[in-house]
């Protein structure tokens, strides 16, 4: 018999085993980022360079952020245009690229001050993790 609990369980575990919502969520704040006129080719083009990233048939990790732009993410959360943002900030603005937090006590969390250079540091190594997430 149909069962939909059993249904939902394997929805839940399929998804997560290809961890498709932090794909998706990364997709979808490159798209927000980039505003590209056609959504559709980009997202195949984002798509592509994750497969050739996994199939090393480029020989950098596709990072679907470039590093101007996870600057330009930053200097949005750093209103006070002081070269710092505070922990808080420094996790929401890594949520709004769609990556993980790998390191919740970054340089300078004790006083709540995370300059830009550490900011980008732990942005490019989310990505890159981010990136392997893809690679099943």
Do not use: W
């Not at 998706?24 to 490159?30: H, Y």
């Not at 300059?115 to 392997?132: P, Q």
């Amino acid at each position: 018999s149909f069962d939909i609990m059993e249904c939902k369980e394997e929805a839940r575990t399929y998804i997560n085993k290809h961890r498709i919502n932090e794909l998706l969520e990364t997709l979808t704040a490159s798209l927000a980022y980039n505003q590209p006129e056609n959504p559709s080719e980009f997202l195949v083009s984002e798509i592509t360079k994750l497969k050739e990233s996994r199939d090393n048939v480029t020989s950098a990790p596709s990072l679907l952020f470039k590093p101007e732009e996870m600057t330009a993410v930053f200097d949005i959360f750093d209103v006070s245009r002081s070269s710092f943002i505070s922990l808080n900030d420094y996790k929401q603005a890594l949520k709004t690229l769609g990556f993980p937090i790998l390191n919740a006590k970054p340089a300078g969390y004790e006083q709540s001050r995370i300059s830009r250079d550490t900011f980008l540091h732990e942005a490019t190594k989310a990505a890159t993790v981010a990136n392997a997430y893809y690679a099943q």
